[in-house]
């Protein structure tokens, strides 16, 4: 039994407070698969949704777990301006994404639960899952987000039912899928600041009355507005150009066999991330006096590049008392590279830049097969149950190059290959004790490899070992409880386990290749969630703690541009997150989420060398190393809050509209150690949508800003050179069109 802290007693006070107001501050997303006939919404009702979070479609209030869901009009407006994966960051409780690779190389938090690590061959305690395949590699996490019927964030362990590396959950995404019932689509057009243009759209054709295929594409661009200073070219970095295809096969014979197939693409030209050196005052976290974001001082090339393609079959049989499926993916990177000036600087700047760092990282290949077969009952009684067995392998191939002097020539040359296979046998069971309470057990055995081998060096001595091979099988589990108080009120307790398999980062000139062991969770969780007012408000709430022990965390810099894996003994969290969503009136409809994260690492014998020229707060052992033990860790806000507000007003021939949507979150630490310069400070960012819709919905016309505060925010930092920081997207107002056929 885990006892409650004082802070979890007095979220629970305020959560009542916050109950009786839920007509009032409602909860925010969700993203229906399915949406039956019969519980379509009356005026001022919330509809009921369907969510898949335990591999099958059940009303969202059934399910045992704090899940969050974005959809619609609250997911098109976060990508209206063209914006990337990393949108998301802060739009649902405990949720972060951030990247110092820019568009590319996204990564996740749950619950203040992520990894740091920007290596190319870096596994995530947070899994992305796009249409029932795992995107293992984080340069196939950030996959455009166009034609998606909704996006799903599973917060906690995950790793019964989702195989691979779910300590911390699961961010899982759902494209809008083909249908035989007839020709329909959408085409969705805007141009904003610095040029950015935005065109996304679909078509649907039924083929035959047994194949319909649906097929879906993406363009964005943005103009390079960032001068650079040092060389005197005016709009030369933060420019993009994007564009991803998908094409969906159905196939459908009969009500026995359905078959979807999916082929996907996608390629990324542009700026790499744009680091400002000096960028932080010192003794502060503040950014120094007279910055300017569209102004650049960098003697290095910039640019990145980036090609991903994939397709996937989901077939399945409706059989007498069981469904079958199949379902196979193969993902594959033909080229990345990122080519950038990690200083952020060039000679004659003051203070002085202590030493150049100009590198591209890159995949030469990176090619993912999966394969999952998994049988479902579907007994009429009060016991059901699913089980399974699930493979996937990965070869990996990446290199690091550093380069030197005017004409950037190459310095060193490091290439590595990374093989990983894993296998998994699962299953869970369903059980209704009685018409009110649900029991749900899950177990799930996993195998997994990795070996890891220096292709080659050139022109760089490694230290050694310079290879690694690394085995691991673990047995994890979960049991939770759904008490249905009444109609509209639900209960639950979860506890579960998770697993995330070792990981190896390459060696270099100055560490061998280091090995994390594998890191394993234990997380307990409770929660409400119910329906108020007759559906129309409802709400969601949790409280959770769990422990990780052996946590994979990444070293980077320093004094040198070094990086490394180490295993903290153990990391505490708990914490609470809250939603709530409903008609104020029946034209004003609002959301609230918000989430309270408390992370601690607990290891009194770790400590991790500091940077080379901030203000650290850690104390330090005889060596100078800072020792982190009891610090939090890095990107993991203690607390974030987001809101949504939509007034409508009815007109003759269609409705006037005002859309808005806020999230804040508190200050974050960039690193592992504590210091001044790298604790971002907490930061809000908002945006507003006003438009107009006519004919049943069938045109929009809007007008958009993000960002419209113009906040300007460090949020990732260099701190093996001078004071080096990134900046969170500027602002941009744009104009949208919208039409569905």
Known sequence: ???????????????????????????????????????????????????????????????????????????????????????????????????????????????????????????????????????????????????????????????????????????????????????????????????????????????????????????????????????????????????????????????????LFNVHQRSTTGSARVFFANAIK?????????????????????????????????????????????????????????????????????????????????????????????????????????????????????????????DHALVSHLASRQKNSAWATFGSVNYAVNDDFMLRAGLRYTKDKKDFNTVEADRIVQISPTSADVSKAKVNWDLSGTYKYNKDVNFYGRIATGFRAPSIAPASDKVSVTVADAETITSVEAGIKADLFERRARVAFSLYNYQVKNQQLTVVGGTSNVTRLINAAKTNGRGAELELEGFVTPSLKMSLGGSYNFTEIKDPSLSVATCRSCTVTDPKNAAGFAIINGNPLPQAPKWTITATGRYSIPMENGEFFVFTDWAYRSKINFFLYESTEFTGKPMVEGGLRVGYTWDAGKYEMAVFGRNITDTQRITGAIDFNNRTGFINEPRQFGVQFKGNF
């Open 1 to 259: 039994m885990i006892k409650m802290s004082k802070m979890h007693k007095r979220l629970c006070a305020k959560s009542a407070a916050m109950l009786a107001l839920s007509a009032a501050l409602p909860i925010g997303s969700a993203y229906a698969d399915e949406v039956a006939a019969d519980t379509t919404p009356a005026a001022s009702q919330l509809e009921t949704v369907t969510v898949t979070a335990q591999r099958r479609k059940e009303n969202i209030r059934d399910v045992p777990v704090s899940v969050s869901l974005l959809r619609d009009e609250k997911l098109d407006v976060l990508v209206s301006g063209g914006q990337d994966i990393r949108v998301l960051a802060g739009k649902v409780p405990s949720l972060n994404v951030e990247s110092s690779n820019g568009r590319t190389f996204p990564r996740f938090y749950i619950r203040g639960y992520g990894n740091t690590d920007f290596n190319i061959f870096a596994s995530q305690p947070v899994s992305l899952i796009y249409d029932d395949v795992v995107q293992e590699n984080p340069i196939l996490k950030g996959y455009p987000i166009f034609d998606v019927a909704g996006v799903e964030v599973l917060r906690g362990p995950q790793g019964t039912l989702f195989g691979r590396n779910t300590p911390a959950g699961v961010v899982k995404f759902e494209s809008v899928k083909p249908n035989l019932d007839k020709v329909e689509g959408y085409y969705n057009v805007s141009a904003a600041t610095h040029n950015t243009t935005n065109f996304d759209g679909a078509v649907n054709v039924p083929l035959s009355k047994e194949w319909a295929m649906r097929v879906s594409t993406l363009r964005q661009h943005r103009d390079d507005y960032v001068d650079n200073t040092f060389t005197g070219q005016k709009n030369a970095l933060d420019g993009y150009n994007e564009h991803a295809e998908r094409v969906q096969l159905m196939y459908a014979p009969n009500g026995t066999f359905n078959a």
């Open 282 to 406: 010192l003794g502060t976290n503040d950014l120094v006096d007279g910055f300017n974001p569209t102004k650049s001082y960098t003697d290095a090339l910039n640019f990145q590049e980036l090609r991903t393609n994939g397709a996937s079959a989901r077939l399945s049989w409706e059989l007498d008392g069981v469904k079958l499926y199949s379902i196979t993916g193969f993902e594959r990177v033909g080229k990345y590279v990122s080519h950038g000036d990690i200083d952020g600087g060039a000679k004659g700047m003051v203070p002085a830049i202590p030493f150049p760092v100009e590198t591209a990282g890159g995949i030469k290949s990176v090619k993912q097969y999966s394969q999952e077969f998994r049988a479902e009952s579907k007994n009429a009684g009060p016991l059901n149950w699913q089980a399974g067995v699930y493979y996937f392998n990965e070869d990996a191939n990446g290199y690091t190059d550093n380069f030197g002097g005017s």
